[in-house]
């Protein structure tokens, strides 16, 4: 998954790897069955927006090619402006495996700046252990208001997705994981008394009260009264969304066919309010995040305390 290298954590939406790609990897592999993925990694010589093009002088490409300077076309159009000469990136180049033989430029991270005064037009706030947790305000899946603040004295998982995800490994996935931690949390009734999860949709549009309680339902596999009672599906309003999608840092974009492209973000937040461990991406597992949940509802901070 990507990690933001940039101290102040640029969305430049350069670092997204939403749900149209799946989870990279260290060598060469194949996306659905039209892609084939290469790792690259060169220095930004000069970017062009009427073609959404970036010219790279890149190393060689294991695998694919020798080191070379030459245009790509960029994946998400959105980035060119964010991209200045002089940035050193790292990124997967997606090589269609179909006739048309097209090539782009997806999941970039600037590890480097060209132009050090640069800042992104907004700035993400990564949770780390200690941070005090705005109490933002939300709605659930059964319509009514909810607020952080009210799970203080109990340890808070949090995580975002959207319920039209259409990837396995994305939201689904998550939200598969923190089923499995429900369910053991279930099982032991002192820890299930002091936690709480919580699923913050980022598609206020779609994502109806109604539409979250069928989503919650298949995976807390119940719509029965007091379900939800320890497992929260609910939607900030879309003035709050952006400031709560920054300071848990969701980059987030809409695409050309009506998906999200995003970023995961997983948090937990201690009884006293303040962030414990942030996850951010979906390589964590449920016994992990289990394990430091119940340490947290118990008073430690989490593993390696």
């Not at 940039?6 to 350069?14: D, G, H, K, N, T």
């Not at 069955?33 to 490409?61: C, M, P, Q, W």
């Not at 923190?178 to 820890?191: I, N, R, T, Y």
Request: glycine letters at 6%; hydrophobic letters at 40%; charged letters at 20%.
């Amino acid at each position: 998954m990507i990690r933001r290298l940039l101290v102040f954590s640029l969305l430049v939406v350069v670092a997204l790897a939403g749900c149209h790609s799946e989870p990279r990897a260290e060598t060469s592999q194949t996306v659905a069955t039209n892609f084939k993925v290469y790792k690259l990694r060169g220095k930004v010589v000069s970017t062009n927006a009427t073609k959404d093009e970036v010219t790279l002088d890149h190393e060689a490409i294991p695998d694919f090619m020798g080191a070379m300077t030459m245009p790509y076309k960029l994946k998400d159009a959105n980035l060119v402006g964010e991209l200045h000469p002089g940035d050193v990136i790292t990124a997967d180049l997606l090589v269609s495996q179909d006739a048309d033989a097209d090539v782009l430029l997806d999941h970039i991270v600037v590890v480097a700046q060209g132009k050090p005064d640069y800042r992104p037009q907004v700035s993400y706030h990564v949770p780390a252990p200690g941070d005090a947790v705005p109490d933002f305000k939300l709605r659930n899946q059964d319509g009514q208001a909810i607020h952080l603040g009210q799970y203080r004295g109990k340890a808070l998982l949090v995580t975002f997705i959207y319920t039209r995800c259409p990837l396995p490994n994305f939201c689904p996935r998550v939200t598969r994981n923190f089923a499995v931690v429900e369910k053991q949390l279930a099982a032991d009734p002192a820890a299930n008394a002091k936690t709480h999860l919580l699923c913050v949709s980022f598609d206020p549009d779609n994502d109806t009260p109604e539409r979250l309680r069928a989503y919650g339902a298949t995976y807390i596999g119940s719509d029965a009264k007091g379900a939800f009672a320890h497992w929260d599906f609910a939607v900030p309003n879309k003035t709050v969304l952006p400031e709560m999608a920054r300071y848990f840092d969701v980059g987030m974009s809409n695409a050309a066919d009506g998906t999200i492209t995003h970023t995961l973000s997983t948090t937990l937040i201690g009884p006293d309010g303040k962030v414990v461990r942030f996850y951010p991406d979906n390589e964590w597992t449920a016994e992990q995040v289990l394990a430091d949940v119940k340490q947290s509802a118990a008073g430690g901070t989490g593993r390696g305390e």
